[in-house]
């Protein structure tokens, strides 16, 4: 692993090129979250940025206690992918538009299954607004053909990709054990961690599911078929042994490298890539989960306004389309606004973190139909 630094701190590692884009703030959030008692390892991956006390983009491993804080309010977000025999040759970005419509209201309980846990009830079927999105995409370039033909994937058809968590679920959880404990850890050992432990499973469940109902509410418009392929979650907690020492494996923003394939997104402008993880205890066993930001939300109107309007921002230098009615976010969310993917992708395949199984353009991006000045 020829590109992995070091930063101040001993028990804190980079993974990066000399190119990387890093705020010297992440760098601090990352540096002061691994002061913390009972932390043992941090790793920050490339596409570490800035986040509400605790850096985004990085995995955090401790012995005996572990911080709820740190997974945050989104726990069990992810990025879940399907196969679909939606092509462009029979669909136009103006049909595909406008047979989904809005996604916006939530699903109502005769939408839903009978049998499901009576917590699977927060928002059902809702993406949530920041950038959590559901997209078609379309293969680009490949790589490795193996997986492509175990999925029966070829360039004509559409992939859906869905990224969303556990709706006001995980805000619920956070919130209480915040009331309770403050950013404290708990000792993994207590009641009180088991109880967290417990609520965490549910919203990782609750956040799949609710990324198979959006997938199954959208495919539905379009009266089309899809093919579950993957779902990976970057906000989790899990038990984990390294350096043969067990403890507490955070995620962050960080995709886990040991679960099979995973995709990682650039932005509704950049492209997305599908890669198989190389597994390594040096960088926790997790990868970048995006590009990450590079700036702030409330920066981005500032700076995009004076070349582009809300109409402009709808369609992207790919060639895409982006379904976003809050003037707000359509800016927040410009492809600008994060860092190039493929700086990313460099820092991991030099770190020797993956292979590359193939590039995906955006085709369709939806955000939310809700208007909003
Ligand atoms: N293909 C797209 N990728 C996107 C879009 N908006 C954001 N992103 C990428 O996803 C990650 C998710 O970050 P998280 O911290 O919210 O989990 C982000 O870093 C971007 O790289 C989009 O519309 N399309
Ligand atoms: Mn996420």
Redesign the pocket.
Known sequence: MGNTLHSAAPNVQLIVTENTWLEGKAIQQLETTARLPEMVRVVGLP?L?PGRGYP??AAFFTQSHFYPALIGN?IG???ALWRTDLTLNKWSLDKLEKRLGSIDAPLEAEDLPDDIPEYFCHSPGTIGG????A?L?QLDEIYQPELLETWQLNKQQLLL?V?S?SRGMGQMILEQHVREHGHNGLVASSPQAQNYLQQHQQALDYACFNRQLIAGRMLKRWRANGEHLLDVS??LLTPCTIGGVDGWLHRK?ATPADQGPVI?????????YLVQPLPSEQSLFSL??????KWMRGECKERLSGRYNAVQLSRTALGSR?ICLDKQLIFQ?APEA??P?DG?MEAMLQAGLIQLVAR?K?VL?Y?TRGGNE
């Open positions: 596409d940025h985004v983009g989104d977000c992810g990025m920041g950038n959590h999105f997209e995409q990709l990224h968590g970057h906000n923003g990682i997104p650039g932005s509704r402008g950049d492209y997305s970048a989960h995006g590009a990450g930001r982006v969310e994060y860092k993917i990313v995906l955006p991006t955000k």
